[in-house]
């Protein structure tokens, strides 16, 4: 069964300083790669996904992930934090299912907090 | 571009009441939508997969019966909680593609709807 880790539930950081959410997969084929920001009360908003090629995606507002296939992670980062970053980050997989069918399966999320 | 909304956005009903929750997109045409419950701090929990025109594909352990879903036209799906009891309540979000059963496409999500089951 495929399955997505968010090792941190809550990362801080300084407005200014650059950011990472980390993300991991476990997948039996090749994983198909999301983020997605929720602010308090709205739904899931897109931010970037990975799908082939470069393994530095870029994506809104400043994001970029990388794909690290040895690894199996796919962190999120930003050069720069802004207080309005704050959130919380999920990240996705979709693989392949031994039903055929490709589910999307999300990591429980990472609340982000900037500070001033 | 690929609005999602949903209605209502909260709903307070009372135990053993049935609760209808609508899935639009508002400028696409959403040949897949999806279902998720969302406990506080906790992740989206797939409930299940619909197609238009299609009987909806339930994940293991959501009681079909409990947890209609139609998607009648290629721009809403409904979920009708039935028979509503206190652990029903759950935040509820649906999200639309418009491929199916293409890993790659984009999901959009709604903005959630809060249920709470007195």
């Known amino acids: 069964a495929q399955s997505v880790a968010q090792p941190e539930d809550q990362v801080n950081v300084a407005e200014g300083n650059p950011l990472t959410v980390k993300c991991t997969y476990s997948?039996?084929?090749?994983?198909?790669l999301f983020w997605y920001v929720q602010y308090p009360n709205r739904g899931l908003q897109f931010l970037l996904k990975?799908?082939?090629?470069?393994?530095l995606v870029k994506g809104s507002y400043g994001f970029e992930a990388e794909f690290n296939k040895s690894q199996t992670s796919f962190h999120l980062k930003k050069p720069s934090a802004l207080v309005s970053d704050s959130a919380l980050y999920f990240c996705?997989?979709?693989?392949?299912?031994?039903?055929?069918?490709?589910?999307?399966?999300f990591g429980r999320g990472t609340s982000l907090i900037v500070h001033p | 571009g690929a609005v999602v909304s949903q209605h209502p956005s909260w709903v307070i009903c009372k135990s053993g009441t049935s609760v209808k929750i609508e899935c639009r997109s508002l400028?696409?045409?959403?040949?897949?939508m999806f279902w998720y419950r969302q406990f506080p701090k906790q992740s989206l929990m797939l409930m299940a997969t619909?197609?238009?025109?299609?009987?909806?594909?339930?994940e293991q352990g959501v009681e079909k019966d409990k947890f209609l879903i139609n998607h009648a036209s290629l721009t809403l799906s409904t979920l009708t909680v039935t028979s509503a009891h206190p652990e029903d309540s759950s935040f509820y979000i649906c999200?639309?593609?418009?491929?199916?059963?293409?890993?790659?496409?984009?999901?959009?999500f709604g903005p959630g709807t809060r249920l709470t089951v007195l």
């Open positions: 999200s639309a593609s418009r491929q199916t059963g293409t890993p790659t496409d984009t999901q959009y």
């Open positions: 997948v039996s084929g090749n994983p198909y």
């Open positions: 990975y799908i082939t090629g470069d393994n």
């Open positions: 996705a997989v979709r693989a392949l299912t031994s039903g055929g069918s490709y589910i999307p399966t």
């Open positions: 400028d696409f045409q959403a040949t897949t």
């Open positions: 619909s197609n238009e025109g299609s009987k909806a594909t339930y």
